[in-house]
Structure formats: structure tokens, C-alpha cells
């Protein structure tokens, strides 16, 4: 008899993954992303300029002011807000899109889009907080990427503390010291997270068929 495969399915989840600037979020997404091919990354729209090696399109969408209020006013944002001066946020279209296939979308957004994406789907949505083992190490993660001015770096170390006040409106922790821990770590909660029961659909006529009632 030919075996049969399991008939239930997924939606998909949100992964949001934030920290304070320098603590290597850019660096863990884009292994996850590397090694997992039903993770997408949500292209966020923003006013910032484009950083040397960044591509458009594919880091960031990256629009004036007037395109970007009226991606806002438009209703095409899941959520936006202003960091460091600049303005960012979420398109909708991709990210509905991809739930509903089962695939699941990774967010590098700071903690106000965190919990405005949360407050419409909590139930989608697994917010992970990075830190950095110290505030020494993010000062010297900072400079050592080289695309910011020292006034820019200045800037963001400023604002460190504010964003790491907000640890506490995530579910999981990660300190990244060594980056593969780190990134071992994100893998492990991601593949916890896929395996919740919420998440999945259609289980109950599978597990009747199991049962020999189906
Ligand atoms: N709310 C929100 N925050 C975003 C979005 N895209 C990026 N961010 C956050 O904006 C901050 C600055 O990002 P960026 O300019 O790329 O510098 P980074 O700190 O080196 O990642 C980071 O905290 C990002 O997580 C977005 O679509 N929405
Ligand atoms: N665990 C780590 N140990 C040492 N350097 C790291 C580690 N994680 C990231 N970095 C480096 O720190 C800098 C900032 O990391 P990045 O991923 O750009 O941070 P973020 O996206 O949070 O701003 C980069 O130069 C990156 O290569």
C-alpha cells in the first residue's frame, strides 16, 4: 500500500528579530535566510540613503518622502515608524502573501513596528530580541563595520540604551557573543515555533485518519 504523506498544513509565521543597531541582526537574518528556504526577509521601504554595498530592492526599498506617505497613506504599510531620523516600514502585500502560502517571513524592524505588527497579528507574529554581551562590544561592532560616520555611530550608541529598555515586550532572548551560537540558537526557535499547534491546519481530519475514523 503506497504510504500516505501528511495532509495538514502550516500558516506562516512571523519572525522579528530586533536590537539595538550593531548588535548583528543584518549578520544572523542572513544566515537563517542562507539555510532555510521557506524563510523569506520582509523588504522594509525607507527614507534612509542607501549605504555602501546595499542594493534596492533587495536590503531596502529605498523611496523619497512623498512615495513613502503615500505608501502610508495608501494603507500598503503593516506597520512604519521613525528611527533615527528616518522613516521605515513594512509592505503589506508581500508578507499576507506569504502567510497564506505557509511560508514564513523574517523581520528586522526595531521595537515600535514590533509591536504594532503584534498588536494586529499576535497570533503570527515571534519576537526575538537580540543584545550584545557588552555595550563595549556593540561601540566597537559599530565602528568596525565602517559604513557609518563617527557622528553617526556617536548617534546610534545613543539611542542603544533606549532600544535595549524594550527587551521585555519579546519572547525570546538572544545574547549574540559568537555569531554561530547565535545563529543556532534563532534556528531552534524557529523550528519550535513551526511545530506549534496554532499553526497548524487541517490536523484533526489527519490525526482521524490515524485514528482509522477518517
Ligand atoms: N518599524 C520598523 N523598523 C525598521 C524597518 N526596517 C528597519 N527597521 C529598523 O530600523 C533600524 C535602523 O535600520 P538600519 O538603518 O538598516 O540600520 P541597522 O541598525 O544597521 O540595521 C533598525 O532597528 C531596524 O530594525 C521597518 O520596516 N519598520
Ligand atoms: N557575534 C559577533 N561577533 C563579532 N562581530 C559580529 C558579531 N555579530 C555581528 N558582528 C559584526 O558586527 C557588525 C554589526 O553587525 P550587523 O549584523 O550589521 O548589526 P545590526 O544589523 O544589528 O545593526 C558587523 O560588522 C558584523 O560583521
Known amino acids: 500500500m503506497a504510504r500516505r504523506t501528511a495532509r495538514f498544513r502550516r500558516r506562516g509565521l512571523m519572525f522579528v528579530l530586533s536590537s539595538p543597531s550593531g548588535a548583528g541582526k543584518t549578520t544572523i537574518s542572513r544566515k537563517l535566510l542562507e539555510d532555510d528556504d521557506n524563510l523569506q526577509l520582509s523588504i522594509s521601504a525607507t527614507t534612509r540613503p542607501k549605504r555602501p554595498g546595499e542594493r534596492d530592492g533587495i536590503d531596502y526599498h529605498f523611496v523619497d518622502h512623498a512615495a513613502f506617505e503615500r505608501m502610508a497613506q495608501g494603507g500598503e504599510l503593516l506597520e512604519h515608524a521613525v528611527v533615527f531620523g528616518n522613516r521605515y516600514g513594512t509592505p503589506r502585500g508581500p508578507v499576507e502573501k506569504a502567510l497564506a502560502a ?37 561601540e566597537r561592532r559599530l565602528h568596525t563595520r565602517a559604513q557609518d560616520s563617527d557622528e553617526v555611530v556617536a548617534q546610534r550608541m545613543a539611542k542603544a540604551a533606549d532600544e535595549m529598555s524594550h527587551y521585555d515586550a519579546y519572547d525570546y532572548i538572544i545574547v549574540n557573543e559568537q555569531v554561530e551560537r547565535a545563529v543556532v540558537e534563532a534556528k531552534a526557535i524557529l523550528t519550535a515555533e513551526r511545530r506549534r499547534l496554532k499553526r497548524l491546519i487541517g490536523l484533526d481530519s489527519f490525526v482521524k485518519q490515524l485514528r482509522g475514523e477518517g
Open 102 to 138: 505557509g511560508r514564513d517571513v523574517l523581520f528586522d524592524i526595531d521595537w515600535q513596528g514590533t509591536q504594532q505588527v503584534y498588536s494586529k497579528m499576535p497570533d503570527d507574529v515571534v519576537r526575538v530580541f537580540i543584545l550584545p554581551p557588552s555595550i563595549e562590544e556593540l
